[in-house]
């Protein structure tokens, strides 16, 4: 009786060191993960973006006239102020068809202030409509003498506003052509506004939705070492180019020393902040493959065990999860999209042995989160 009774007490035994080998066998080789939860977190960056230096104003002036080039006043590098004459163009034509059109509006003139003169002492004399007709006729030859001198007012080229001179392309006696109605025609003057240069930075997408007006920003240009200016962005185009993704923003920078040369290359460093605290995740947790962003988040196998102990480890199931990112901060990311909310937990260390679906051991650091 005593044989039987230690013949069960060692069967039983043995099957209860059967059931926790077959237990540990189960985790044995799984690897172990570090996991943390996600934070929630305002956030501030900066960002460094190439830009180049734009002239506030800058055109091309063609002349609105046929003609030659009888005389110009001004070179490269001359200032000058708005409405100031930068050159005469001549027109043999026009000029006489001006003088045509003055003396037929002479005689054309006499005429009607001949018989106006006779209708309004003796009217009998001379009939109201061939009154009218000289009158017609004589307004008829002033429209002409008027859109002549408006011709001959286009022979004259003026500055449209502030600049300077940046290129003269014809010399004096070159024959010109009306730009306004013949394509292909040459300018005569290049000018350009520096006293305010526009700077443009074009803004990766990722980064567009955070910088608006107002955003400040910190300028370096290599030409002008030690020279840190700041400023805040004064426009922004909202919409993204369809070739490159980017958005043009532009900021204005005061420019009376002109120091600063259009055509000089900046870096533009943006102060760029969230505008509400937001669900992020550690730099370490994030991967990417094929131009996918992704992170790796766990599920306990049994998630109705009421004491799951993440410190010492939890069976867990890995879940691939595509993100799309916000702020990239040094150590944190700001999660714009994302199937993850702030009581899962994303592995942060051993993701290189992570899939979708693979069983590892979750284990937490001991203050339960990373900071």
Known sequence: MIFISLLLISISFTACHSSDDSKNKSTINLPDVLVCQPQIRGFQNTITVAGIATANQEVKLYAMEDGYVKMWKYDIGD????????????????????????AELEGDAAIYNRLQSV?????????????????????????????????????????????????????????????????????????????????????????SPYITKGTPVNITFQDLPNTVLTAKVSRTAYGLSEDTKTMLVQIDLPNSDHKIHPGMFANVNFQISSADSTLSVPNQAIGSYEQQTFIYKVMPVDPSSANLNWENGVKSTVEKVNVQLGIRAAEYSQIKYAELKPEDRVVISGNAQCAEG???IAKEKESNTIH
Do not use: C, H, W
């Open 358 to 360: 693979t069983k590892v």
């Open 119 to 207: 209708y309004k002492t003796t009217p009998e004399l001379v009939p109201l409509e061939q009154v009218d007709e000289a009158k017609a006729k004589y307004g008829s030859a002033l429209a002409a003498v008027n859109a002549i001198s408006s011709e001959i007012s286009y022979l004259t080229l003026t500055a449209p506003f502030d600049g300077i001179i940046t290129n003269r392309y014809v010399d004096t006696g070159a024959v010109v052509q009306n730009g306004l109605t013949r394509p292909n025609t040459e300018p005569l003057f290049k000018i350009q506004d520096i006293s305010v240069i526009r700077l443009n930075v074009s803004i990766p997408e990722i980064n």
């Open 79 to 102: 200032m000058v102020k708005k409405g100031t004459i930068l050159a005469i163009l001549g027109n043999p034509e026009i000029m006489e068809e001006q003088e045509k059109a003055k």
